[in-house]
C-alpha cells in the first residue's frame, strides 16, 4: 500500500510532517470520528453513514459485482511489495535496503517500532501464498523484486546473488504451475542502501544506469516468465515522504524540520528524485522494447492517484481541483503523453523543477504500455491563496490546495473504512479512470492497487477474519470499475491491496491489508478473511464458465 494514510493534505494537518509523536496520525485522524457527522458517497446521494463507517448491508444485492460483468480476459489478482511481506532481510546473500537501515537505525519512525527483517516470512512461505492466490481463483499476482537481494551491493560490478535469482525463479515456476500471471514490480521503495551512501542514490543522475543494469538482469532472467513488468511504484509518494517530509526512508527533509536527515532540499530533492525515476523509467522501457519485449510483453508504471471534488462551486475550488490531480496524477503522467510536467506546476514551481533536454524528452515520451492506477480515498480541494507572509516550505504547499475529508456542508467525502484516514469514496476511482481517458489518450490502465486496513483494536469486527469493511469497500469500488469501462475506459484489471497482511511502513502492523490473516505468534499461519471468502467465489463463475 502507499503512504496516503500520510499523504492526504499534510497542508491541512502540520502533524503528519513529523513524528514527534509516533501515533500523531491517530490524533489527527480522529477528529473526524468524534463529529459524529454522517458521511456519505456522493455529492449528490448523501447516504448517512454513522460515524462507525461503512453500513453492513450498504451494496445492494443487484449492485454486488458478479464476475460476468467483466470480459474473460479482464484480470482479478492481488499485490503485495518485497521489502513487506518477505522478510529474509539479509539472507542467502542479500544486501541492505534503504528500508532496512531506516527501520534499524530510527526504531521510533515506526508506530510500533517493528520492521521487516522477517515481516510475513514469504521468502521461506511464497508456496502458501500462492496457495491462497489459487484457492480464491486469482489471475495474477502483483509482487515486486528486491534489488538489493538480487544485487546486494546495487550494481552489476558488485555480483549477481545467485541465491536471490533462484527464489523468483521458485515463485515464478510455481505461479505457472497454477496458472497465475506475474505482474513484476522491479523498484518499491527498496533502494540498495549502498547505492545510497555511494551517491545520495535517487538524488544523483549515476542512478539511472544501476537501475537500468538491474532491469537488464532481472529481463535476462525472468523476462521469458513475466510479459508484465513495472519500473516503479509511487513516484509520487515516495518523492513526497521520503525527500520532502522525511516520514520514509530515507528520511531527508530540510534543515530545521523535524526528521531522520534534516540535511536536504524539502522544496527541491523531491522533484529531483521525480525527474530521475522518469529518466530512469524512460531508459529501462526504451531497453526493454528494443531487446525483450517480444510480441505479449508489456511495461508500465503505477502512480498512486487520490480521488478529487472541488470543495465548493466556486471558480478558486473547481481550479484548486485541477492544480490537485496535476500535481498528483499529472506530475508523472503527463511526460509519458507530450513530453513534459504540467502547465500549472511550471508556473508554480519555476526552476525548481527540471527541464527534459531534447533527447530525455523524446525517450519519456509514450514510455509505457500500460498505467497502473493505485486507488484509496479522495478529499475535497480548497482553493489557498498565494501569500507573502507564508512561502511554500515542503512540495505539498506548491499546490496551493487544501484537502478537506468534510465538506462545507458537514458531510464528509465518503463513510469511514476503520483505518481514521481513509474514506470510502469509489466515485474517485471512477471519475479518476474517465480523466485518464478523456485527458490522456485512454491507455491501457490497471489497478494495481485497491483496499483498506483492518486497524487492531476494531470492536466493530468479531475477529481477525471479519472483514467486513473491506468486502463492502470492494464491492463498491469493484462496481466503480465497472461504471468506468462502461463510460469507455480502457481498464484490463483490478488488484487488491494486498494479497497477505504485511508490514505497513511507518505504521508498522498496527494496519492489517491483506485478503489473507497472518497469525505472526503461530508460525505466520494464512487464513482466509471473509473478503477471500468472496472472492473464491466471485470468481468462481469464470471458472465454471
Excluded at 521469458?224 to 513495472?230: A, C, E, G, L, T
Excluded at 471519475?431 to 492497487?449: A, H, M, R, S
Aim: charged letters at 25%; one cysteine or more.
Amino acid at each position: 500500500m502507499s503512504l496516503l494514510a500520510l499523504a492526504l493534505s499534510p497542508t491541512t494537518h502540520p502533524s503528519y510532517r513529523s513524528h514527534n509523536n509516533e501515533n500523531s496520525w491517530h490524533r489527527s485522524a480522529f477528529r473526524l470520528q468524534k463529529s459524529k457527522r454522517r458521511c456519505t458517497l456522493s455529492l449528490r446521494a448523501q447516504t448517512p453513514i454513522t460515524s462507525n463507517g461503512l453500513r453492513s448491508g450498504a451494496v445492494k444485492p443487484s449492485e454486488i459485482p458478479k464476475r460476468d460483468w467483466f470480459s474473460p480476459d479482464f484480470i482479478f489478482g492481488a499485490s503485495t511489495a518485497a521489502y513487506q511481506i518477505e522478510g529474509g532481510w539479509n539472507a542467502d546473500g542479500k544486501g541492505p535496503s534503504i528500508w532496512d537501515n531506516f527501520v534499524h537505525k530510527y526504531p521510533d519512525r515506526i508506530a510500533d517500532k517493528s520492521n521487516g527483517d522477517v515481516a510475513m516470512n514469504s521468502y521461506y512461505m511464497y508456496e502458501e501464498d500462492v496457495k491462497m492466490l489459487k484457492k480464491m481463483g486469482m489471475d495474477a499476482y502483483r509482487f515486486s523484486i528486491s534489488w538489493s537481494r538480487i544485487l546486494p551491493d546495487g550494481t552489476i560490478k558488485g555480483g549477481i546473488n545467485q541465491e536471490g535469482i533462484n527464489y523468483y525463479h521458485r515463485l515464478l515456476d510455481l505461479l505457472k504451475k497454477n496458472g497465475i500471471k506475474p505482474f513484476v514490480t522491479l523498484f518499491h521503495w527498496d533502494t540498495p542502501q549502498a547505492l545510497d551512501e555511494k551517491y545520495g542514490g535517487l538524488l544523483d543522475r549515476s542512478f539511472i544506469k544501476d537501475y537500468a543494469d538491474y532491469a537488464k538482469v532481472c529481463f535476462d532472467n525472468f523476462g521469458d516468465k513475466v510479459k508484465h513488468w513495472v519500473t516503479f511504484n509511487e513516484p509520487h509518494i515516495f518523492c513526497t515522504f521520503s525527500y520532502g517530509t522525511g516520514d520514509s526512508a530515507p528520511g531527508r527533509c530540510s534543515p530545521g524540520m523535524t526528521c531522520p536527515v534534516p540535511e536536504g532540499d524539502s522544496l527541491r530533492e523531491p522533484y529531483t528524485v521525480a525527474h530521475h525515476i522518469l529518466l530512469s523509467h524512460a531508459e529501462v522501457v526504451d531497453l526493454y522494447k528494443k531487446r525483450y519485449k517480444g510480441k505479449d510483453g508489456n511495461i508500465g508504471i503505477v502512480l498512486d492517484v487520490s480521488g478529487y471534488e472541488p470543495y465548493s462551486k466556486s471558480f478558486l475550488d473547481v481550479q484548486a481541483h485541477g492544480r490537485a490531480v496535476d500535481h498528483n496524477l499529472g506530475w508523472f503522467v503527463e511526460p509519458l503523453v507530450r513530453g513534459d510536467y504540467p502547465f500549472s506546476m511550471r508556473s508554480l514551481i519555476d526552476d525548481r523543477l527540471p527541464f527534459f533536454t531534447k533527447a530525455e524528452k523524446k525517450k519519456v515520451l509514450s514510455a509505457y504500455d500500460f498505467i497502473g492506477v493505485n486507488y484509496y480515498t479522495g478529499r475535497f480541494t480548497k482553493h489557498i491563496d498565494i501569500s507573502s507572509e507564508k512561502p511554500p516550505v515542503h512540495i505539498t504547499d506548491d499546490v496551493y490546495v487544501s484537502e478537506e475529508a468534510i465538506g462545507p456542508d458537514g458531510y464528509a467525502i465518503g463513510p469511514e473504512t476503520g483505518h481514521p484516514r481513509l474514506l470510502s469514496y469509489p466515485k474517485g476511482l471512477r471519475d479518476i479512470l474517465v480523466t485518464i481517458k478523456d485527458k490522456y489518450g485512454n491507455p491501457p490502465v490497471y489497478i494495481t492497487e485497491n483496499g483498506i486496513a483492518d486497524v487492531v483494536g476494531d470492536k466493530l469486527m468479531k475477529g481477525p477474519l471479519d472483514d467486513w469493511r473491506r468486502l463492502e469497500y470492494l464491492q463498491q469500488h469493484i462496481k466503480a470499475v465497472k461504471e468506468a469501462i462502461d463510460l469507455g475506459a480502457d481498464v484490463r484489471g483490478h488488484f487488491t491491496w494486498g494479497l497477505i497482511d504485511n508490514f505497513e511502513w511507518v505504521e508498522g502492523y498496527n494496519s492489517r491489508y491483506g485478503l489473507i490473516y497472518i497469525d505472526r505468534d503461530d508460525g505466520f499461519k494464512r487464513y482466509m478473511k471473509k473478503s477471500a471468502n468472496w472472492f473464491e467465489q466471485f470468481n468462481s463463475a469464470k471458472i465454471k464458465a
